[in-house]
């Protein structure tokens, strides 16, 4: 078997059988939905089919938090030993990164389309094309965020600096993306972080799609916060796209290298684990 489609056969088969992690990060995401969708709508009065506008942006940021926190199991995996053993096969260490990238895209990417099916009861009016674009969307997204993830990860080395910084990362992007507030809202001295956030420019072409925009002019999209005029220049969604896959191979090429000079010979294995992140038998 392909070492990559090993790795992300595995990351699946341990995501399923947390049954308290896929209920909480469905709980949370059914939650937003929820919140947006009832109690932030009469707030989006200026934006055409404000129900879109507001769970096509939930729907994108659970795809986001799921990408990076889901990159926290090759932590485990290297607290558990699991890593050491991973290490003897012959198999490049690219592939064993790539494989927990893909394994947290095709996560977070289930995750955004069940949050979908849920915004379609709720409200979401799409059309079949349109589902089938969103799910591209957050696929590409997701390979994006998870790369991102996987450096913190790489960096961090422990679950608890995990948490500790991707949450200072994650907090900040997610309020200044547009997926909750729309850009045009936000201060003027923030838009330097907004234009540097890749999230910034999913959750444009995600909006781009759900609200089918393709008629509208640069100005106008300029003015929903779906393109981007930085001195005079126009980032329209699908640059923003581009931006977002450009950024996510970026962090990709990093934690590669990164995991590459790791030495997993140093780090201790967590007593009574074994490979794969079980409890030893006794």
Do not use: W
Request: hydrophobic content about 55%.
């Amino acid at each position: 078997m392909n070492p990559i489609t090993a790795i992300v056969q595995r990351n699946l088969l341990n995501y399923v059988r947390s049954k308290g992690r896929v209920f909480g990060a469905l709980f949370m995401s059914m939650f937003m939905l929820v919140m947006f969708s009832f109690l932030m709508k009469s707030s989006m009065n200026g934006f055409d089919a404000p129900m879109n506008y507001l769970i096509s942006g939930v729907i994108i940021m659970s795809v986001f938090q799921v990408s990076v926190n889901n990159s926290a199991d090759i932590l485990s995996d290297i607290a558990s030993g699991y890593m050491k053993e991973v290490l003897v096969a012959p198999i490049a260490r690219m592939q064993i990164s790539m494989g927990h990238i893909l394994s947290g895209a095709v996560i977070a990417t289930l995750q955004g389309i069940v949050t979908m099916i849920c915004g379609i009861v709720l409200g979401l009016r799409v059309g079949v094309l349109q589902i089938l674009l969103l799910a591209v969307v957050m696929m590409a997204s997701a390979m994006a965020f998870s790369a991102i993830g996987l450096f913190l990860a790489t960096v961090s080395r422990n679950s608890p600096a995990f948490q500790t910084i991707s949450s200072m990362i994650m907090m900040p992007l997610t309020f200044v993306s547009g997926a909750y507030i729309p850009t045009t809202m936000i201060p003027g001295f923030l838009l330097p972080i907004v234009y540097l956030n890749p999230l910034t420019y999913t959750t444009s072409i995600f909006r781009y799609i759900a609200l089918g925009a393709y008629t509208l002019d640069t100005k106008e999209l300029v003015e929903q916060g779906m393109a981007f005029s930085i001195g005079g220049f126009v980032i329209t969604p699908l640059m923003g796209l581009a931006i977002t896959i450009l950024i996510g191979a970026f962090f990709f090429v990093l934690c590669v290298r990164k995991f590459d000079r790791a030495d997993f010979s140093t780090i201790k294995v967590a007593a009574g684990m074994r490979g794969g992140g079980a409890v030893a038998r006794r």
